[in-house]
């Protein structure tokens, strides 16, 4: 491909623990990514994405595999792959306590070699665009936590990098900031001119971001596929049937085994089955079943599906 700036190729990491006692953190993942990519990772606690971040900035080394930074090997070559990959990693606010918001900003694209005057528009977008304009001039240790995440984030982007590397950017933040700084990425998303992955559990903001989305578990990639196909291949199989009053035990079991992804809830009035179908035909196998009880079906509808159920089919799957 052409105009790849990230390959990875057979990407491993094995962490020595105590005891002799190793851990496969990344378990030969390969992937590529194309300039002005936004792309998330998106796995469990423990899945790997941390981990396989910081192979890519050259925070740890790999046990085996490579990867490949815009025709840089960043194994051999950190350095040189330092000044095109920034990240932000997991809780790490990178940024100067005593400087301000607007001085933070400066600092960081000087550090690129970007003289200040040169980037001042474009750090006016940023303050703008991370809502810190009402902030500029206060010192960065009196920022909210959330603030000073927003500000992390807004300096990594400054640096104009060809890869921007975002580790779980709203992880522990309040609703309010974590919609803020979803919304600014969504924009530098949208205009389409950075290379971004992004890590998070939160399928939201995967969903809100990301045109493409790799699904690790287990240290192994499950899913590589853009947003937009995923959503589109589960929105065929996901069914909602709303019941009038409660089902026989003996109908609730016979549909757990038939059906793999079911779930069956509500009250002594009111019934709710949700289930994930391989194909339209088996909501005759469904009725059969539901008519045997004398069950009334009120209605069937397609669910919306969004990305948490996504990722948790996939998950599930990946396990077996
Ligand atoms: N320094 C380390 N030493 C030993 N094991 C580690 C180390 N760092 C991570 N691990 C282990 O490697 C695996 C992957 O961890 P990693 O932090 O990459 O996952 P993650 O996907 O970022 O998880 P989370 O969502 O919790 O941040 C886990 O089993 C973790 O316990
Ligand atoms: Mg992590």
């Known amino acids: 491909m052409t105009n790849t700036v990230l390959a990875v190729k057979n990407l491993t990491k094995i962490y020595d623990g105590r005891r002799g006692k190793k851990t496969i953190a990344v378990d030969d993942i390969s992937f590529s990514i194309r300039k002005n990519e936004v792309v998330g990772l998106l796995g469990p606690n423990g899945a790997g994405k941390t981990t396989t971040i910081k192979c890519i900035c050259t925070l740890i080394n790999p046990t085996k595999g490579t990867i490949n930074v ?20 997991e809780g790490n606010r990178n940024i100067y306590w005593r400087l301000s918001v607007r001085e933070n900003l400066e600092f960081f694209a000087g550090l690129q070699g970007i003289p200040a005057r040169r980037v001042q528009n474009y750090i006016d977008q940023l303050i703008e665009l991370f809502q810190l304009k009402e902030k500029e001039q206060t010192p960065a240790r009196k920022l909210s936590r959330g603030m000073q995440q927003k500000l992390a984030v807004a300096c990594a982007l400054v640096k104009q990098t060809d890869i921007l590397l975002l ?10 900031i974590s919609h803020e700084l979803r919304f600014a990425l969504k924009e530098m998303a949208q205009q389409g001119e950075r290379t971004i992955i992004v890590s998070s559990h939160d399928m939201s903001v995967v969903q809100d971001i990301c045109e493409r989305v790799i699904i690790i578990n287990n240290g192994r990639i499950v899913t590589d596929d853009r947003v937009a196909n995923l959503l589109r291949l589960f929105q065929a199989s996901a069914y909602r049937f709303e019941i009038e009053g409660r089902l026989a035990e003996q109908q609730v079991k016979r549909l757990e085994e038939r059906f793999e992804m079911l779930k069956v809830s509500g009250t002594d009035y009111h019934t709710e089955i949700e289930v994930d179908l391989e194909d339209g ?11 045997e009880g004398d069950s009334r079906i009120r209605s069937i509808a397609r669910k919306d599906p969004n990305m948490e159920e996504i990722f948790l089919t996939i998950i599930k799957g990946s396990k077996q």
């Open 70 to 89: 815009n025709g840089t090997d960043a194994v051999k070559n950190s350095r040189t792959v330092l000044q095109k990959v920034t990240a932000v990693l």
């Open 167 to 176: 580790d779980e950017p709203t992880l522990g933040l309040d609703v309010e």
């Open 281 to 291: 035909n088996q909501i005759y196998e469904i009725m059969d079943i539901l008519k």
